[in-house]
């Protein structure tokens, strides 16, 4: 398997694939019932202006999320 | 002929619902509020092909139906037919953003479950052909047996082919069926059994809630629901635990089972042609949230907003202003002088017509929220404002309501209803009043003209005290969200899981709608409160009766305003304040600018409508009994920072009393700003006078 990030340690316009998202009792659940799910292709568009939260792209919408929740989630980037 | 059914309408937020709600129903619609909690409840009417009137239900926007937010959980609660208020639909019309297909069916593929007969829409085709989406119409109908209504809801298309299906006697059942993971499927049929022998359920609901249990993990409850049957919970519990020892994700693969299906089905239907091309809302969003010109973005928006309210609500607010009067001198005209006579013009018209008076303003804000809201730029404004709402515990979404405070909090307040997460809400509502509102500048304008008299002081010293008040409400408003989330309110950092929606532009006809039903809910549910309290303080100011003869200033210095004034004096001096001061706050407590006709009125000074020569005047030569001057330069700014703290408003009073259900919240939030006023007035003006000022 090729090498994981967490999608917090993404670079800025990076794509990368879901590969594993650790559960939680409340957020995991929600971040999947928005799609983000292993297998999932996304990319990190960019962070808020102060560095946190993230916006990512997937499905063909606009997501955002804290760095604390990206922090659950393990990405395998993509090669550009 | 069968009584006709009910229909449901749900989809995600952002979706378009509400513009298909109002297409359908026009303005045939009744807004009220869900018993027990402050969600919206939005029913309209819809004649059938038929002529049959047919009820459809709006329901507050969801992703899921496994509930985070009060919204969703109305949402599934209905669906489910678990609140007592209302009965469960006949029939549900799920709408879908077409352009976002996916993650949009998720809420359907729940839905399906429920064993209704689904109507689906998919909207905004237009904008879906536009990204290069093609969506086989007939072929989702297919799959999920039911029917399926391309539809762009924002200029009518697609309308009568859904009134038509509305209108239908009979609509299949989905025939959509999906697996329900190995390890998991036992567990959902004994709860299914279990919620069908004990929860008395009928079995197709009983598996959809089964499904959703297993999903829900710490979801909201909410008031006016059947909780679940303690035998249910006790099964439920037994599998998560045995789940949790044996390492299986059950949330996870449930959620991940069903995304398959949805796959499945997406993969068959949708055809996107140009996979991740640059969208107009990409770009904007290149400016919008940008690193530099995303602060100026955001900045020019406010500055407009304040711009809006101060310059547009000037002239319909001085001609409330002037209604208000002739109506009172028409009423005088009209009835012989007398307790009656004066109750309404001074008791009602006074009380009732200052809150009226603030309209203009709540409108305006309420439209620009409104417009924020369905441009998508909200959600922009919360992304870029939450790193620094997130240092005293809240996220982004309490941005806009504090910062509509420094208008109105009347607004500020009602816009917390964006805000999921119950506690979050209530701490933004808790502070919210302490921005500087728009009625505490008569107050502030009036001390800084007592405090500098004359032109000799510079501007900039005015100026400053002013923003230096300014600065105080904001410091102490993050102050105590932090306080009241690491004490009172503690709870989980807020999630920031939010969907940036595309740019859309406004539909000015549902933002007015909005607006004035929102404004409506204001006038309707705090006008008995603001009545009742108008009433009360007029009585306090007009009894007893001071002898035949007495001046204005004499029949107030011998009510029991006056002599309430006296008893809070004790209170009060420690913080430098007298008892025609303390008149003052009692008064005021009605709207914070009533101070200044107080003072007029106590100080006998000419009433002179926006010119507050003479009163600075009066207040220049008040004097203490022993002949000390009351409005010292430390008075005057003490009792401004009292003004920044304390509640004195009874509209926020009624309007937190309605949203948080309860007298509760608003009592304690009066108590803990009246009290923070007077810590805070006692540090200034002890440690202003040991200084010697």
Not at chain 1, 45 to 55: I, Q, S, T, Y
Not at chain 2, 279 to 295: E, F, K, N, Q, Y
Not at chain 2, 414 to 419: C, D, E, K
Request: with cysteine; net charge positive.
């Amino acid at each position: 398997m090729a090498a994981t990030v967490k999608l917090s340690a993404l670079p800025v316009g990076a794509s990368a694939v879901v590969r594993d998202i650790q559960k939680t009792d409340s957020s995991s659940v929600r971040l999947r019932e928005m799609g983000l799910l292993v297998g999932t292709e996304l990319t990190l568009v960019r962070c808020a202006p102060l560095g946190d939260p993230l916006e990512i792209k997937m499905r063909g919408y606009h997501l955002t999320l804290r760095k604390s929740e990206a922090s659950l989630v393990t990405v395998e980037p993509k090669e550009p | 002929m069968a009584k006709a059914p009910v229909y449901a309408i749900v989809g995600n937020p952002n979706c378009g619902k509400s513009t298909l709600f109002n297409a359908l129903t026009g303005l045939k619609q009744k807004v009220g509020n869900y018993p027990g909690v402050t969600v919206e409840k939005k029913t309209g009417t819809l004649y059938s092909q038929h002529g049959q009137p047919i009820t459809i239900i709006d329901l507050p926007g969801a992703y899921s139906l496994a509930a985070r937010s009060p919204d969703e959980a109305v949402t599934r609660d209905v669906l489910l037919g678990r609140r007592e208020d209302t009965a469960q639909p006949d029939r549900v019309l799920c709408i879908v953003d077409a352009t976002n297909l996916e993650r949009n069916l998720y809420l359907v593929h729940q839905v399906l479950d429920l064993g209704r007969p689904v109507i689906l829409i998919l909207n905004m085709m237009d904008l879906a052909a536009q990204a290069g989406i093609s969506i086989r119409v007939a072929r989702l109908s297919q799959m999920l047996g039911i029917p399926v209504i391309p539809c762009e809801a924002v200029n009518g298309k697609g309308i009568i082919e859904l009134k038509l299906a509305i209108s239908r006697h009979d609509l299949p059942l989905s025939r959509h069926a999906w697996d329900i993971p190995a390890p998991i499927a036992p567990a959902v049929a004994e709860l299914q059994a279990s919620l069908v022998s004990n929860g008395g359920k009928a079995p197709l609901i009983a598996r959809a809630e089964a499904l959703l249990l297993l999903t829900d993990q710490d979801s909201v409850r909410v008031a006016g629901s059947a909780p679940l049957d303690a035998k249910t919970q006790e099964i439920l519990r037994s599998w998560q635990s045995r789940w949790e020892a044996q390492g299986v994700d059950w949330a996870g693969t449930l959620v991940s089972s069903r995304y398959e299906a949805i796959g499945r089905l997406a993969s068959e239907v949708a055809q996107s042609a140009k996979p991740s091309a640059q969208t107009l809302s990409d770009r904007i969003d290149a400016v919008v949230i940008h690193p530099l010109w995303g602060w100026v973005v955001l900045a020019l928006v406010m500055t407009l907003l304040f711009f809006s309210i101060f310059k547009f609500a000037q002239a319909p607010m001085d001609w409330i202003g002037d209604g208000n009067a002739a109506l009172a001198g028409w009423i005088r005209g009209l009835m012989p002088d007398g307790d009656l006579r004066n109750l309404l013009t001074d008791g009602v018209i006074g009380g009732v017509g200052t809150i009226v008076t603030f309209l203009p303003q709540i409108l305006i804000l309420f439209f620009f929220i409104g417009l924020l809201e369905s441009t998508g730029y909200m959600a922009r404004a919360a992304f870029i404002m939450d790193r620094l709402m997130g240092h005293v515990g809240l996220n982004g979404k309490s941005f806009i309501p504090l910062l509509s405070s420094y208008a109105c909090a009347i607004p500020g307040i009602m816009a917390t209803r964006t805000i999921e997460d119950p506690k979050d809400r209530l701490v933004t509502i808790l502070v919210a009043p302490l921005m500087s509102c728009s009625a505490r500048l008569p107050v502030y304008l009036l001390m800084i003209a007592a405090l500098f008299p004359g032109p000799t002081y510079p501007i900039a010293a005015k100026v400053g005290i002013m923003v230096l008040m300014y600065a105080l409400g904001t410091i102490g408003a993050f102050g105590f969200a932090w306080l009241f989330k690491r004490t009172l309110l503690r709870g989980k950092p807020p999630l920031m899981i939010m969907e940036l929606p595309p740019y859309r532009l406004p539909r000015i006809k549902d933002v007015l709608l909005q607006m004035t039903e929102r404004a409506g809910l204001f006038l309707k549910n705090a006008g008995t409160v603001i009545l009742a309290i108008s009433i009360v303080l007029w009585l306090l100011a007009a009894y007893p009766k001071s002898p035949a003869g007495a001046t204005a200033t004499e029949q107030l210095a011998h009510s029991f305003a006056g002599r309430a004034g006296h008893l809070l004096e004790p209170v009060i001096k420690p913080i430098g304040f007298d008892w025609h001061i303390g008149i003052g706050l009692i008064s005021s407590f009605a709207a914070r600018e009533v101070f200044v006709s107080t003072m007029g009125v106590v100080f006998s000074a000419e009433s002179g409508g926006e010119d507050t020569t003479s009163l600075r005047h009066a207040l220049n030569a008040a004097r203490w009994p022993d002949g000390r001057v009351l409005f010292t330069p430390l008075v005057c700014i003490t009792l401004m920072v009292f003004y920044v703290f304390a509640m004195q408003c009874m509209s926020t009073i009624a309007v937190v009393r309605r949203e948080t259900n309860s007298w509760r919240w608003p009592l304690f939030q009066t108590a803990y700003m009246t009290g923070a006023a007077w810590i805070i007035c006692f540090i200034v003006y002890q440690s202003g006078t040991a200084l010697g000022f």
